[in-house]
């Protein structure tokens, strides 16, 4: 059975850094992309970042520019997210995607992932 789980949320200060973590099984993810997506009460998931199948390339939401990194260790079959500069408006459940590079969209884009975990909640204070 095919699982992604994330891990690493809670609540935070405004201004502090959590690191969110990935974990993938059921199958060898160091040939897809990698994500991670957001939603926040009333609103749409939205995208946060991606990350290549070979780590070579990292695409970022303008809103977490600057202040969120993405990586991934496909030895641990494992994607992380590193945010710092954190504010209340990046409350949110964080999920992690994974998705064939072949699979249609782009990077920021829901259908180009064919695997979801069930979120992490992240809770920012002002």
């Known amino acids: 059975q095919v699982q992604l789980v994330e891990s690493g949320g809670g609540l935070v200060q405004a201004g502090g850094s959590l690191r969110l973590s990935c974990a993938a099984s059921?199958?060898?993810?160091?040939?897809?992309?990698m994500a991670w997506f957001r939603q926040a009460p009333g609103k749409e998931r939205e995208f946060v970042a991606a990350?290549?199948?070979?780590?070579?390339?990292?695409y970022y939401a303008d809103s977490v520019k600057g202040r969120f990194t993405i990586s991934r260790d496909n030895a641990k079959n494992t994607v992380y997210l590193q945010m710092s500069g954190l504010k209340p408006e990046d409350t949110a459940v964080y999920y992690c995607?994974?998705?064939?590079?072949?699979?249609?969209?782009?990077?920021?884009?829901?259908?180009?992932?064919?695997?979801w975990g069930q979120g992490t909640q992240v809770t920012v204070s002002s």
């Open positions: 995607a994974a998705g064939s590079p072949y699979n249609s969209g782009s990077y920021g884009s829901n259908r180009h992932y064919d695997y």
């Open positions: 990350i290549t199948w070979s780590g070579a390339n990292t």
């Open positions: 059921g199958r060898t993810f160091s040939s897809d992309d």
